[in-house]
């Protein structure tokens, strides 16, 4: 493609290369391929189901690991525009009128709107909304009931009240307690004391919108002032996505999309640009958690904390064998025993359907990062599940596949989604250093054929918007994956407002 001077200027800003440019326009030309999935992972086919005992032992396994360096790693950049989106709409389409109010909330895409109605001082950050409301609204007291609320709740998303609509999900009050309220971004650090210390430390590294460090450390000094004779130290760390892994949009006719200012637009290339931001930690041990799945303190938390420490156990059991038999290869000294003893443990333990016959690809296969993920039961919940696949070159490994990867027009492939057993709910457990302790090259594991493209617009115009393949789908497809079932009660995230008025985010 032809590039105008200020388009290279703008590539040499963003660290973007001329050819990752046209790869990416390539990218939309040639098409996403579907995945091809052959059946779903089901327990004992693909999903462990912990006994008593293998969970037991797996949790005093991690606990009695002292000398392991632990951290947990929290993807928490995205606005939380999704979650007021439905409510922003609601909210321009009908008036301070209680008539008016009671019909819109009759339609079938509000009705989920009516117990902010019923219960709005049960959300953590009511008073606050209450507060501005009533000083901005003459004559406030003079309203109905339900018409103060729709003030209350106008002035909770808007630029001129608390904009929640435009913070990061990560600063938004969740939970209300008898002394405080406290955002997800300190639930976290609540919760990582239970699972994640060691020697008195626990570690966090959250990923956030650039130019927003000082808003979480003012929220994370809080938090440690409030820690009552707490022995427990933080150890918290940062990182934005990198300008470098944005991606670009182009016209319906694939040809690149430009601003009115003639630049070329460029969008973030989505939860998977955070392989990056993983690729540049240094633990043995990183927890992956999403920042909206968040339980109040003491909510489900015995169920978050021993399974946590069971899939850390699993991993550092399963690491041991793994870096044994790396060793092993790496010597040359492996005999006929020691090699069926390897295959057998890449089958049986490491989903390996195909092991290699050669010790030289055997090391390959085997020396790879490693994660145990958590899935829930399937409630019919939007999102990506555990299914067996065949990639193009006809092998066949275990993955977290979106719907939207899938070709669903094929009734065959459309089986298969629908006899889904399981849901990812991001409860990841992973190992990124190998047999000798270095830190593996995360990007070499990528599968960058897994990316996804959108139609969106903007300002009116339609273009095509390319993601990175996802965090836990194509950019750790080359991993070492194990799937372990995990509670429902470990799972319960804020997608919209009104999941706030769930029993994981409340009292009763």
């Known amino acids: 493609m032809q590039l105008l001077d200020k388009d290279l200027q703008q590539l040499n800003e963003k660290n973007i290369s001329k050819e990752e440019l046209e790869s990416q326009i390539a990218r939309f030309t040639q098409g996403v391929p579907d995945v091809e999935v052959i059946k779903a992972a089901t327990i004992d086919d693909g999903i462990i189901r912990f006994d008593d005992d293998d969970f037991n032992e797996f949790v005093s396994f991690y606990e009695n690991k002292n000398n392991i360096d632990v951290l947990k790693f929290v993807p928490a950049s995205g606005a939380a525009t999704r979650m007021f989106k439905a409510l922003h709409q609601f909210l321009n389409d009908v008036s301070v009128d209680e008539k008016e109010i009671n019909n819109k909330l009759k339609q079938e895409e509000f009705e989920l709107f009516v117990p902010l109605f019923e219960r709005i001082d049960d959300l953590a950050f009511y008073a606050d909304a209450l507060d501005i409301a009533k000083r901005n609204t003459p004559q406030f007291e003079d309203y109905s009931e339900k018409e103060q609320i729709l003030i209350i709740l106008r ?240 092998r066949v490994s275990l993955q977290i596949v979106e719907t939207s990867q899938m070709n669903v027009k094929n009734s065959a492939q459309k089986s298969i989604l629908d006899s889904a057993t399981h849901f990812n709910p991001v409860d990841i457990v992973c190992s990124i250093k190998d047999h000798n302790g270095k830190t593996y090259d995360l990007l070499n594991y990528v599968n960058k054929d897994r990316a996804f493209i959108a139609s969106k617009s903007v300002d009116g115009h339609p273009i095509k918007a390319l993601e990175r393949p996802g965090l836990w789908n194509g950019a750790m497809e080359y991993w070492h994956s194990i799937f372990v079932e995990v509670p429902s009660s470990t799972f319960n995230p804020v997608k919209t407002v009104v999941d706030l008025l769930k029993p994981a985010h409340q009292d009763q």
Request: aromatic residues 8%; glycine residues 8%.
């Open 155 to 394: 002035h909770a998303i808007s630029e001129d009240g608390l904009n929640l609509g435009n913070l990061p999900k990560g600063l938004i009050p969740f939970h209300k307690y008898k002394d405080q309220t406290l955002t997800p971004f300190e639930e976290h650090l609540e919760e990582s004391k239970a699972y994640a210390e060691k020697s008195n430390e626990v570690q966090l590294h959250f990923t956030i919108p650039e130019g927003l460090d000082s808003e979480f450390n003012q929220i994370l000094d809080n938090y440690l002032q409030n820690q009552n004779n707490n022995r427990t130290g933080f150890k918290v760390n940062y990182s934005t996505q990198k300008p470098s892994t944005d991606t670009i949009a182009v016209n319906e006719d694939n040809s690149p999309f430009r601003d009115d200012s003639g630049k070329l637009f460029f969008r973030p290339g989505g939860h998977g640009a955070l392989i990056y931001n993983l690729n540049q930690l240094d633990a043995d041990i990183i927890f992956i958690k999403n920042i909206d799945n968040v339980s109040k303190r003491n909510k489900d938390k015995a169920d978050t904390t021993t399974f946590k420490k069971a899939l850390a156990g699993l991993l550092l059991k399963l690491k041991e064998q793994l870096d044994n038999y790396l060793q092993l290869l790496e010597s040359g000294k492996a005999d006929e025993k020691d090699i069926e003893n390897i295959k057998k443990f890449m089958h049986e333990k490491l989903n390996i359907a195909d092991p290699a016959e050669q010790q030289e690809e055997l090391f390959k296969q085997l020396n790879r990062p490693l994660r145990i993920c958590g899935m829930v039961i399937n409630d019919g919940a939007p999102g990506g599940g555990p299914f067996w696949i065949k990639d193009k070159d006809g």
